[in-house]
């Protein structure tokens, strides 16, 4: 009997060691697993570093570009394309103006009244209409004609507090949001469709040419005083609101930057020298690329994937189209390496793009303790419930990194540009505002990029200097910006000067 017992508990004995070090070595491998995870976040965040000596050398690499594009066409990565828009609105402009905005699969006609000085923008209307699919992959002919149409509608409704002068033209400001190769501030021909559109007899046409024919075709009596893009529209109505606009910089879904240069500084302008001296610049920025932008594997890997490998890669990793990805990429390579998630990859974790930047936005900015929002979107978003505070917290840390980098790289552009324009210094005591107009969701909506891209700017240019530039959100320079384009080049500005 004695023996059987000795042997019971030799065989419990020895089930219970079996168990403590099944448990023991379950602690280590997660224990490895977490600090798999956590050395993949930190090899991270030291490839994303931006220390403010990299910064200086990515300003400089932009005003050395801005300096090679402005010598010859295709002198540089950054296109430095010539607007044409020689004249901002000053705020002295009077009467009603039109705008028509087309830039995906749905496109705005807005109109304002303009009080000069003291009334500034009396009244505005606007009505956003969809482009019926059809539309997109069917002929120039009928895309332009089922603009014209709604546009007439729009002109139709024009009801009190807004009039035409007697015996004038309405005048319309168009903002194209699609490649053209400009040739005069009312005209550009489409280099190519983007953004499901797919119409080949419209490449190579002027656009405003194609508007104004279907327009003749249905009686509708206006002239498109402006053909713009959104960024040139930003920086329009930055200048009608504040005399010191000298640039203007759009941070949403993807990311531009114009801002006014002397004309006698542009090598490749070939043409008379605008009256005014000076010439609107569309710089294409996010196609900007330089040695000392800290790229990493997912950034490469990112952009060998995309539609457009080896372009706008200053784009794909500081606009909001990409950020959330980039995130995305990092938390699926923990799931693989480190099972940060359990011992499969959560299927949705695997779908390109499934984690948008206003996602990533809400994860950083979670404040509460337990970290609730983090866990909501990783359940929602990407199905993976059951998350640790740790887990989440380490997702916050990823989240920061990523926002981190692209705000800082945003600073250094900014800053190149005033660089280039000579307002990164203060001379003699002099002390000229320059004022940033800038616009889109990501720096209206996501607080914590926009806080750090702010206080980046501040830290680059040293107290002085910054206490000069001024960063103001300049709002719908698709719209109004473009409106205001039209006054400021209307045909009709002689016969009020003299």
């Avoid at 329009?236 to 500084?265: F, P, Q």
Wanted: aromatic fraction near 6%; include cysteine.
């Amino acid at each position: 009997m004695g023996k059987v017992t000795v042997a019971a508990t030799v065989v419990c004995a020895a089930a219970v060691c079996a168990a403590a070090a099944l448990v023991v070595r379950r602690r280590m491998k997660s224990t490895g697993r977490w600090a798999r995870a956590v050395a993949i976040l930190k090899e991270m965040e030291e490839k994303c570093g931006t220390p403010i000596g990299k910064l200086r050398q990515v300003a400089d690499a932009m005003t050395v570009e801005m300096h090679a594009g402005l010598a010859s066409e295709g002198g540089s990565k950054l296109k430095m394309l010539i607007s044409y828009v020689d004249n901002l609105p000053t705020g002295d402009e009077k009467g009603l103006f039109y705008a028509l905005d087309l830039g995906g699969t749905n496109f705005r006609v807005l109109r304002v009244q303009l009080g000069g000085r003291e009334g500034r923008v009396v009244k505005q209307e606007f009505e956003e209409v969809s482009i019926p699919p059809h539309l997109m992959t069917g002929s120039s002919h009928e895309l332009f004609d089922y603009i014209a149409a709604a546009l007439a509608k729009f002109v139709a409704t024009e009801g009190e507090g807004f009039h035409v002068s007697p015996g004038r033209q309405r005048e319309l400001g168009f903002t194209f949001s699609f490649p053209v190769r400009q040739t005069s501030i009312a005209s550009g021909d489409l280099i190519k469709w983007t953004k499901g559109f797919s119409i080949e007899d419209t490449v190579g046409e002027d656009v405003v040419g194609e508007l104004t024919k279907a327009m003749e075709r249905i009686g509708l009596d206006m002239r498109v005083a402006a053909l713009v893009n959104d960024t040139i529209g930003t920086l329009a109505g930055g200048r009608y609101h504040n005399k010191d606009a000298i640039a203007a910089v759009i941070l949403g879904t993807g990311t531009n930057a114009a801002y006014v240069e002397r004309a006698h500084a542009i090598p490749k302008w070939h043409g008379l020298l605008p009256k005014s001296g000076e010439m609107v610049i569309n710089m294409e920025w996010g196609n900007f690329r330089s040695s000392h932008l800290p790229l990493t594997e997912y950034d490469e890997a990112l952009d060998t994937e995309s539609l457009n490998p080896g372009e706008q890669i200053f784009e794909k990793i500081i606009s909001g189209m990409y950020l959330g990805e980039i995130v995305r990429r990092v938390l699926c390579r923990m799931a693989e390496e480190a099972n940060f998630f359990g011992d499969t990859v959560p299927p949705k974790l695997k779908i390109p793009f499934i984690l948008r930047t206003p996602h990533m936005s809400a994860m950083h900015h979670d404040t509460s303790p337990d970290l609730r929002v983090v866990g909501k979107k990783l359940k929602d978003v990407l199905e993976i419930s059951n998350t640790s505070l740790k887990m989440r917290k380490l997702v916050v840390e990823l989240c920061d990194i990523v926002a981190t980098r692209g705000a800082r790289l945003s600073a250094a552009g900014i800053v190149g540009i005033l660089k280039k324009l000579g307002r990164d210094t203060v001379r003699d005591g002099e002390k000229q505002k320059s004022v940033i107009a800038l616009d889109g969701g990501l720096f209206e909506h996501y607080t914590k990029f926009s806080a750090c891209m702010q206080s980046t700017v501040k830290e680059l240019l040293g107290e002085e200097v910054s206490e000069t530039v001024v960063i103001e959100h300049s709002n719908d320079g698709s719209g109004i910006g473009a409106a205001l384009l039209a006054a400021s080049h209307s045909q009709y500005l002689e016969v009020e000067e003299s």
